[in-house]
């Protein structure tokens, strides 16, 4: 079964903080996806990357950036964290393009 | 415009069919139809997907109009566990200007 690893379950971080939220997947997967949840808004697409060293806009990239250094991992970085941020986060990967989604448990984000 | 619709609620009585439904009338002929479900406090799950033909597998049925317009995830006999969110999303092979989640529909399954 694949995996989807996020590091951490729940997480607490001052306005103004860099956050870092790191996603592992264990199959090899070529694509990578961050989320965020919201009550109300469903789930929104942040940013994406489909190779190594390549990444792309979401519908909601703002105050986000990502860095995907290694093909398994996919890390989504809070520069400067608000309290607009805070939210469920959710990491997924998928084999190519076309094939099922895998998602993390989530992390979720109180930013204070 | 990439988003699908879906009604933001629907009920079932136990052991009975649940026939949710999805709208996606812009749906272009590359976009796979995929559906996804969350159980509380947990990621989303993948149930099926399907890009022409009725597809079945040990979780559900999909139900895919002839013109692509719309489909329609099939549980033959809801559960308890079966009670989450439900998703329909797109998934375009050419690009992810869509991968679009929404609200989905709310599954109560009442025993």
């Known amino acids: 079964d694949v995996k989807v690893t996020q590091s951490s379950r729940y997480l607490v971080k001052r306005t103004g903080e860099k956050v870092f939220l790191e996603c592992v997947q264990d199959m090899d997967h070529e694509n990578m996806f961050w989320y965020r949840q919201d009550p109300g808004l469903g789930l929104r697409l942040i940013y994406f990357?489909?190779?190594?060293?390549?990444?792309e806009k979401g519908d909601i990239p703002e105050g986000y950036s990502v860095s995907r250094e290694k093909k398994e991992r996919f890390s989504l970085i809070l520069e400067s964290a608000s309290t607009n941020q805070t939210s469920m986060y959710l990491c997924?990967?998928?084999?190519?393009?076309?094939?099922?989604?895998?998602f993390g448990n989530g992390t979720r984000l109180t930013v204070t | 415009d990439a988003k699908t619709t879906q009604p933001n609620s629907m009920e079932s009585n136990e052991e009975e069919p649940v026939h949710l439904p999805c709208n996606h009338s812009t749906i272009s002929g590359t976009d796979y139809i995929h559906w996804y479900r969350q159980l509380p406090s947990q990621g989303p799950e993948y149930v099926i997907h399907?890009?022409?033909s009725n597809v079945n597998n040990r979780m559900a049925s999909l139900a895919i109009a002839e013109d692509r317009k719309s489909s329609t995830l099939i549980l033959h006999r809801a559960t308890l566990r079966d009670a989450a969110v439900y998703y329909c999303i797109r998934i375009d092979q050419t690009g992810a200007n869509n991968l679009f989640f929404g609200t989905g529909t709310r599954l109560t399954v009442i025993p």
């Open positions: 990357s489909y190779d190594v060293k390549m990444k």
């Open positions: 399907g890009l022409t």
């Open positions: 997924a990967s998928s084999f190519i393009r076309t094939s099922p989604l895998h």
